[in-house]
């Protein structure tokens, strides 16, 4: 099993739609969570950080369940500019505080 | 501005050539890490540095090699012993304290093999 998996799409939405994006994690010891965005050929930047309560950052919310070991990214009424690929990030065990990225869910957000 | 200074941008490199990709910061974080990204694939951890004169392999560390003299750059060498080294390279960075922290890349610098 990958340590970070997510379904790598393309999910294509009309304009104001709401996506979600699912992701899993192997370790269970893992204990920081984020969602990255990466635009083509750019770096990726972070999005937000996952709490165990959830939380929300504007149109975003990002969801965690350590007893499934699932992440979840909710976008609502999206934007042409959401368009980019969304990674998640969980961090690696005994690695100090280096990061497992998952490959990434493609977004193509349509006029 | 604060950040991460990755050159060169673009490298072209023959085979049996090594290359080195410089790395700088100037956020003040003791944490440096390198990370390669192949086309449609997840980025890998190629080593990473808690603090300056201390490196950890990653997860495909063979063919590469580091040094961190200094806590503000964190140089990559790709060695020839690398056999597939045209991929796309991050750098990036992060604060110590606990393991929740952000970590930050640079623009990254894409490197051909010819």
């Given amino acids: ?111 | 501005d604060g950040g991460i200074t990755q050159s060169p941008k673009y490298l072209f490199r023959k085979e049996g050539q090594n290359v080195t990709l410089s790395c700088e910061q100037n956020l003040n974080h003791d944490a440096m890490y390198w990370y390669r990204q192949d086309p449609g694939q997840g980025l890998r951890l190629i080593y990473y540095s808690q603090i300056v004169n201390d490196f950890q392999k990653g997860d495909i560390a063979e063919g590469y090699s580091v040094s961190r003299e200094k806590k503000e750059s964190f140089p990559l060498t790709v060695t020839s012993a690398q056999k597939n080294p045209t991929a796309f390279y991050l750098c990036a960075s992060s604060a110590q304290g606990y393991s929740g922290n952000t970590i930050y890349f640079g623009e990254g610098s894409w490197l051909t093999v010819v």
């Avoid at chain 1, 790598?8 to 192997?26: D, L, M």
């Avoid at chain 1, 204990?31 to 083509?40: A, G, K, L």
């Fill in chain 1, 1 to 111: 099993r990958k340590e970070v998996e997510q379904d790598p799409g393309p999910f294509n939405v009309p304009e104001g739609a709401t996506v979600a994006f699912n992701c899993t994690y192997s370790n269970s010891a893992s204990q920081s969570f984020f969602w990255y965005r990466q635009d083509c050929r750019k770096e990726p930047k972070l999005l937000m950080s996952v709490y165990s309560s959830g939380n929300e950052d504007g149109r975003f919310t990002a969801q965690l369940n350590r007893a499934s070991q699932y992440i979840s990214l909710l976008i609502r009424d999206s934007k042409l500019s959401d368009s980019a690929t969304y990674l998640c990030v969980v961090n690696k065990a005994n690695s100090g505080y280096a990061l497992n990225f998952g490959k990434g869910t493609s977004l193509l957000v349509t006029p």
